[in-house]
């Protein structure tokens, strides 16, 4: 949610005046492509539009949804494994302390708000990146002054703006091939602006607590704002190979 709330504010030149550059670890923009089996298990059970109505406002997974224990309910349909929770929402992760798992689990699955699921579920069905559809024409009117969401165009992010784009290669939620969509608008981004970081081992949450995160994407995160960093002595280093897995390119 927080790259996506990021690309859409960059789209309209929003945030672009207040900020040098930006790293946006396991990019979500486009959904078309996400294989979590939780995840297309709870958007095809989630009537989101349906609690809304009922005047629903906060989703939590581990509650009762109008009396009914939602997880246990999509972990119960064909091809979710609830015995590996995580695996079934982001994908294989291959280098979690099991510790620190523990303790996310503790405190993960968080409730959220009925309408931004909602608004996850209507780009995963459109394939198409836009504001929130209240769901008829009148409405959209009302909001927007035209009969159906704008789109974000993701084209429209500055090319000066420098971009990082750190994404794995086992995650079920920021697809290999979303990414790569979003890449392809970003294809007449200043080269020397961009750069894009697969890390094939990688799944979602490797990015957050993987045991070797630090070498394989924050050394050099932590240099690509340095070479952006107009106020750092020395910020013009270059950058090599972000990640000794994968070689990066500009």
């Keep these: 949610m927080g790259t996506l709330t990021a690309l859409s504010a960059f789209s309209e030149g929003k945030l672009v005046d207040k900020i040098k550059s930006a790293a946006l670890l396991t990019p ?26 009922l005047g629903v406002g906060e989703f939590d997974p581990k509650g009762r949804a109008v009396g009914t224990n939602y997880l246990e309910f999509v972990c119960a349909m064909p091809g979710v494994n609830c015995y590996d929770l995580m695996a079934s929402f982001t994908g294989p ?25 909602v608004h996850f579920l209507q780009t995963i069905r459109s394939g198409v990146i836009t504001k929130y559809d209240y769901g008829s024409s009148m409405a959209n009117m009302v909001a927007y002054g035209q009969s159906s969401p704008p789109e974000y165009h993701m084209p429209n992010i500055p090319h000066h703006l420098p971009l990082l784009l750190s994404y794995g290669g086992g995650d079920m939620l920021s697809d290999v091939k979303d990414v790569q969509l979003l890449l392809k608008d970003l294809r007449n981004h200043d080269a020397d602006k961009l750069v894009a970081q697969l890390v094939k081992e990688y799944a979602h949450l490797d990015f957050v607590m993987g045991v070797n995160a630090k070498q394989v994407v924050y050394d050099g995160l932590i240099a690509f704002f340095g070479k952006h960093d107009s106020c750092r002595k020395g910020g013009e280093r270059e950058i090599n190979h972000i990640s000794p897995y994968n070689k990066s390119y500009v």
């Excluded at 297309?40 to 539009?49: C, I, L, T």
């Excluded at 992760?93 to 699921?117: A, F, G, H, I």
């Design 93 to 117: 992760n291959c280098c979690l302390n099991y510790s620190t798992v523990d303790m996310y689990l503790k405190y993960e699955l968080q409730p959220t708000s009925v309408r931004t699921l």
């Design 28 to 53: 979500v923009a486009y959904l078309t492509y996400m294989t979590t089996p939780i995840g297309r298990a709870a958007g095809s059970a989630f009537s989101g539009e349906m609690l809304g109505a």
